[in-house]
């Protein structure tokens, strides 16, 4: 395997001119006059032939520049880039169609564009036009097409003259439904011939199912390079605490509560080792420690919560109310330990609220927000929960009847 | 540089049959718009120069050859100034193309000079044709404009490449250009010849090189005295130092240009 692209210390900077004088200003007497926006800050990464490789990030993260970049339509202000394979970006589909020209005349202009001889678009030319299901309309000028079918002959160009290396920025698939799934069906194919493909979408599905690998950008600086699903589940969790609404930690602690308190708390996994990371389907034990004082009456009980960092409530639980009576160890000092066999969390940062009530479960004496926070990874599913499911490929008893 | 033109003359060939097809589409008679016009024209100027005003060119004693000597001018003329002009523009006109495709961005100006240089080319057909038709064409050195077309051609993509290049910072260029093809015109012994002009002006006529290439042409074409091999030489070095300045500006400004336009 060899490297299809090399970015190593990339950054960008755009200057913005105050006006066309202060560009002339700076020129003839070396005045700086204009401000800058770093749009890329330090960028390096490798891409190994063959890899898709995705890019994840807020809007104005650099995404966009990035892609530019690669695609040979922008400069790096620094570092630099090195490309072996053909390039085809899919940036902005029919970009250099001329609307009087005819479908067939602007396979053979933006074949051109891409670098190619008259023979080898000759070569090509009936698969283009089959694939972008023009047929008649070939030969009637741009113009007069539908933006569909528009579109069509831009992803039929873009992607038709064998490109080594495609660039993606989000239309992954254009057109109807039909022509949507030989979208996805080419850039598929892509994927087994072992192109490389780079891969920029607000998608995050498609960005994890489709590749390999993924880098996050925030602001221009590179956040993380990792295997797609867990720079997906990285940017998720970012993305989920800046939706939270409220972000401070409340220790709410009434006077009254005073010896009664939580002590310790753990996550553990099956074999029982200090454990912060799950994975769907994981055994997760929860372990606490708490005292009541003297001062208490009743039954002592824990109540557990899971939630996560968007501040999304998922379960509540106490012992009391499952009937379970913690084992007191020492006087005053009881333990408990709630036990999850199989995590159906997907994705996500976690956290554990705990706090210790009584047997009614109307007091609640010590409240810990994030007592302690744990990570779930899934590779495959999506959504929030895995919900227990089977699949049926024969008809039920019912339906038999019914039909 | 010449590799890179190499390496794309598909897409220059294609660019240039894209510019001139482009002017004619709907039309009727389409490209044989680039005959008629400048025959027309030819006409029009017999018309009006000869039968009309009854003009003489410079020592020429015939009223008939005005037109010759004008368009033998206005042909290399017009394809500067078309040629100039038009690729002041052609980065910010074909800005969506810059911003989504990559491909050498020389080609754009070079194509734009190639359509005019086309325009020309059919003109200067017409113009042997009457020539021919006149007994008027100078049958032993015609052919020599095909050696002089080169050092025309890198002379207008070197100063169409500088133009192209300033215009996207400075979008006052393609005004002043205007000023100055105006000025242009009437410092180059087009309508006048260079011997007409007052002995004080006439440093001036020799400081500009287009009066070396028109006369040359005139020499090549219709066997008017050689002009000076210092003038010659002069406007043969001007094309050479403008190409490699076009190419000097166009590499210095390339990365910032596709930020601006």
Not at chain 2, 207 to 220: C, D, G, K, Q, S
Request: aromatic residues 12%; hydrophobic residues 45%; neutral net charge.
């Amino acid at each position: 395997m060899s490297t299809a692209i090399v970015v190593s210390h990339v950054s960008k900077v755009y200057k913005h001119y105050w006006g066309p004088r202060s560009l002339l200003k700076e020129i003839l007497l070396g005045v700086t006059s204009h401000s800058r926006q770093w749009a890329l800050k330090d960028v390096s990464f490798e891409l190994e032939e063959g890899e898709a490789f995705g890019v994840v990030g807020d809007n104005g993260a650099g995404k966009s520049t990035l892609l530019k970049i690669l695609a040979g339509t922008a400069f790096p202000t620094q570092g630099d880039v090195k490309v072996s394979g053909r390039i085809s970006a899919l940036l902005e589909l029919g970009a250099g169609f001329h609307p009087e020209f005819t479908g067939r005349e602007n396979i053979y202009f933006n074949g051109a564009l891409q670098g190619m001889s008259r023979e080898e678009i000759k070569e090509r030319e009936d698969e283009i036009i089959e694939f972008s299901e023009l047929s008649e309309f070939v030969d009637k000028p741009v113009k007069t097409y539908s933006s569909g079918m528009f579109l069509r002959l831009g992803f039929a160009v873009a992607t038709g003259f064998d490109p080594a290396i495609l660039i993606i920025d989000e239309a992954l698939a254009v057109g109807d439904q039909h022509f949507q799934k030989k979208c996805t069906d080419r850039i598929m194919q892509f994927r087994r011939e072992s192109k490389t493909i780079l891969f920029c979408s607000h998608n995050l599905y498609q960005v994890k199912t489709l590749c390999d690998r993924a880098l996050w950008l925030d602001r221009g600086a590179v956040m993380a390079i990792d295997s797609s699903a867990r720079v997906v589940d990285q940017y998720t969790n970012e993305l989920r605490q800046e939706r939270k609404p409220t972000k401070g930690e409340s220790f709410e602690r009434p006077k009254d509560s005073l010896d009664c308190a939580i002590e310790r708390v753990a996550t553990l996994d099956a074999a029982g080792r200090p454990c912060n990371d799950f994975t769907t389907g994981d055994c997760l034990r929860l372990d606490v420690w708490a005292f009541f004082g003297e001062r208490f009456q009743g039954t002592p009980g824990i109540a557990a919560s899971i939630v996560r960092n968007d501040g999304l409530l998922f379960y509540t639980t106490t012992s009391t109310k499952d009937g379970v009576k913690l084992l007191e160890l020492e006087p005053g000092h009881f333990y408990g330990s709630l036990v999850f066999p199989s995590l159906p969390l997907l994705s996500g940062l976690y956290y554990f609220n705990v706090v210790t009530t009584d047997q009614e479960n109307l007091q609640a004496y010590h409240i810990v927000e994030r007592a302690v926070t744990f990570t779930v990874q899934s590779p495959t599913d999506s959504g929030s929960v895995k919900l227990e499911h089977h699949w049926n490929n024969q008809l039920p008893d019912d339906r038999q009847k019914a039909s | 540089m010449l590799s890179t033109l190499l390496d794309n003359k598909y897409l220059i060939r294609e660019l240039v049959s894209r510019d001139i097809r482009s002017r004619y589409t709907g039309s009727v008679v389409g490209v044989f718009w680039s005959i008629l016009n400048p025959l027309i024209q030819l006409i029009l100027y017999t018309v009006i120069f000869s039968f009309v005003l009854k003009q003489r060119f410079g020592e020429d004693p015939s009223t008939g050859r005005f037109a010759e000597y004008l368009f033998c001018a206005l042909l290399p003329w017009m394809a500067l100034q078309e040629g100039v002009t038009r690729s002041s523009r052609t980065f910010i006109e074909n800005a969506p193309l810059i911003k989504k495709i990559r491909f050498p961005l020389e080609v754009l100006p070079l194509s734009v000079v190639m359509s005019a240089f086309f325009h020309q080319f059919l003109g200067t057909i017409v113009l042997v044709v009457i020539l021919i038709f006149n007994q008027t064409l100078n049958l032993d050195l015609f052919a020599l404009a095909f050696v002089f077309y080169i050092f025309q051609i890198l002379m207008i993509y070197g100063l169409s490449l500088v133009v192209a290049c300033l215009n996207v910072f400075f979008r006052d260029i393609a005004q002043i250009l205007g000023v100055l093809f105006m000025f242009m015109f009437w410092v180059t012994p087009m309508v006048y010849p260079k011997t007409q002009a007052p002995e004080a002006f006439r440093w001036i006529l020799n400081l500009n090189p287009l009066t070396h290439m028109i006369e040359t042409y005139r020499f090549v074409f219709l066997g008017s005295p050689f002009p000076s091999l210092a003038g010659l030489a002069y406007w043969v070095a001007f094309s050479m130092v403008v190409y490699y300045l076009g190419y000097f500006i166009l590499n210095r400004t390339r990365n910032e240009l596709v930020d601006l336009i």
